[in-house]
């Protein structure tokens, strides 16, 4: 079983890039609640970290991963692990994608990226491959050069100018 759920929110003319990211990280543990409740009859759990940070709650098979960008939550919920993310597909210039392309991305993806007809799309979906991924495992950030996603499947939502992966 998988669900995933998106919501967009509004800032409401907050400023502070700070107070922006805790709506979002509000919003986003709601919504986690609100899809416990409905699938799990699960109601208000006590959220745990692993060593890495990434949260859990202490209840067999249940599986959850959070995300949040530029006014838009999502979560996934399953009876296994499972991974998402979302990113707002903005204007990045090529120089950007190249630059974290030799930082970040192995050299599967560098190909893959640089045959791709829309080269900022292939970025995004190579990006969020890893970022779910990451969720998945409950890995870091230094995860990301040993993540291949090429060698991967991964699930996509396209939604106005947001892409969401979730990795199962």
């Given at each position: 079983m998988?669900k ?19 709506l ?14 409905e699938h ?11 060593h ?5 709650i202490n209840v067999?098979?249940?599986?959850f991963?959070?995300?949040?960008t530029?006014e838009l ?11 998402i ?12 994608i190249d630059?974290?392309a030799?930082?970040y ?8 990226l ?17 970022e779910?991924t ?6 870091t950030?230094?995860?990301l ?18 892409i ?5």
């Open positions: 998988l995933v759920e998106y919501k967009k929110i509004n800032y409401d003319g907050l400023k502070l890039a700070r107070e922006r990211k805790l979002e990280h509000n919003s986003a543990y709601e919504l986690l609640n609100k899809m416990l409740g799990f009859n699960i109601y208000n759990p006590e959220i745990l970290k692993t890495n940070g990434k949260p859990y067999p098979n249940v599986h991963s959070i995300s949040h530029n939550v999502v979560c996934a919920i399953s009876n296994h692990p499972v991974g993310d979302a990113e707002r597909l903005t204007r990045r210039t090529d120089v950007r630059s974290f030799k930082r991305f192995t050299e599967n993806e560098r190909k893959l640089e045959s791709a007809s829309d080269k900022r799309m292939a970025f995004y979906k190579i990006w969020c491959g890893k779910a990451i969720k998945k495992l409950g890995g950030i230094s995860y050069k040993k993540i291949d996603t090429t060698m991967e499947n991964f699930q996509y939502i396209y939604m106005d100018d947001y969401i992966c979730i990795k199962i």
